[in-house]
């Protein structure tokens, strides 16, 4: 079980123990439930990177032109930096933007890898389903 103490109804006494129960009911495939959504969860970080260069790109663009626009044509004004509060802003949004793509996949993780999820999914392909049936869209966002 995850996140369960050892006396706890059910979790396994010791991770050789869980492993060996896995193996025994689930077979070897058991060890790997809830792997892909993980590996695709990874992805957070290059989300939230990619949403914050461009966010930073917009910004500074933004920033620049409404400076710019009382500039002589033939002098080119320094870039208009951007302020500490502009990064923490941006980084802030760009880190809401990329775990709103990727929560999804911590959620259908999460429900593989209880400790009944063997019976009630079949696969990550049929959580998603199943999640998406009983609960909706909103069923990739609990919890």
């Known amino acids: 079980m995850l996140s369960s103490g050892r006396s706890t109804p059910g979790a396994y006494q010791s991770i050789s123990a869980g492993i060996r129960h896995i193996i025994a ?8 439930r809830g792997l892909l959504p993980s590996v ?7 989300f939230q990177f990619m949403f914050y260069e461009q ?36 980084s802030g949004v760009s880190k809401l933007y990329a775990g709103s793509l990727t929560y999804p996949f911590q959620v259908v993780r999460a429900r593989l890898q209880t ?29």
Do not use: M
């Open 55 to 90: 966010l930073k790109n917009r910004r500074s663009q933004a920033l620049n032109a409404s400076h710019g626009e009382t500039h002589n044509s033939t002098f080119t004004p320094a870039p208009v930096p951007l302020s500490n509060s502009d990064y923490l802003y941006l």
């Open 115 to 143: 400790y009944d999820a063997g019976r009630t999914y079949a696969s990550a392909r049929d959580a998603v389903v199943q999640i998406w049936r009983r609960e909706g869209f909103l069923g990739f966002y609990k919890g």
């Open 40 to 46: 695709l969860g990874i992805s957070h970080g290059a």
């Open 25 to 32: 009911t689930e077979g070897p495939k058991g060890l790997y």
